[in-house]
């Protein structure tokens, strides 16, 4: 994340079980793409590093709502870059400051499945196998 998403890390960093090592606002790009390509799995919404991730090789989960995946989303291989998203009829809108609709939060990411990502997960780190 960037500075402006300090506080916010800081609050899920204060959930984990194992203290993660917190760099926000502290690398150069060129420092991110190290970092992520020793990482066994990234996942997050359409931004920037998840990007780099997959310029990486590393593994990835990528949680889509209000941008279009087909787009967007990951290029290269499928078998470790996946997309996860609700497909509601108004996704994707392209609107990322507030829900169309006014749902708060924003519907389409609000119901992507915290058991569904976590199967992923787990697959992509070879703990589960591909259905």
Same mark, same amino acid.
């Given at each position: 994340?960037?500075? $402006?998403?300090?506080? %916010? ?5 204060? +959930?984990? &079980?194992? #203290? #993660?090592?917190? @760099? ?5 790009? !060129?420092? @991110?793409?190290?970092? @992520?390509?020793?990482?066994? @799995?990234? %996942?997050?919404?359409?931004? !920037? #590093?998840? &990007? ?11 949680? =889509?709502?209000?941008? $279009?995946?087909?787009? =967007? ?5 499928? &078998? ?7 497909? +509601?009829?108004?996704? #994707?809108?392209?609107? =990322?400051?507030?829900?169309?609709? $006014? ?18 997960? %787990?697959? +992509? ?7």
């Amino acid at each position: 994340g960037g500075p $402006d998403e300090a506080a %916010l890390v800081e609050q899920i960093a204060a +959930l984990l &079980h194992q #203290p #993660p090592l917190v @760099l926000v606002g502290q690398t150069s790009v !060129g420092q @991110l793409a190290a970092i @992520l390509r020793r990482a066994r @799995l990234v %996942l997050g919404v359409d931004s !920037g #590093p998840l &990007h780099i991730a997959v310029s990486q090789g590393t593994p990835s989960i990528h949680l =889509f709502g209000p941008s $279009d995946s087909g787009r =967007f989303g990951p290029w290269g291989n499928r &078998h470790i870059h996946k997309v996860i998203r609700m497909g +509601l009829w108004c996704s #994707p809108c392209g609107v =990322f400051a507030a829900c169309p609709r $006014d749902t708060s939060p924003p519907e389409c990411m609000e119901r992507i499945n915290s058991t569904v990502v976590s199967s992923i997960a %787990l697959q +992509l780190l070879g703990y589960e196998k591909t259905a």
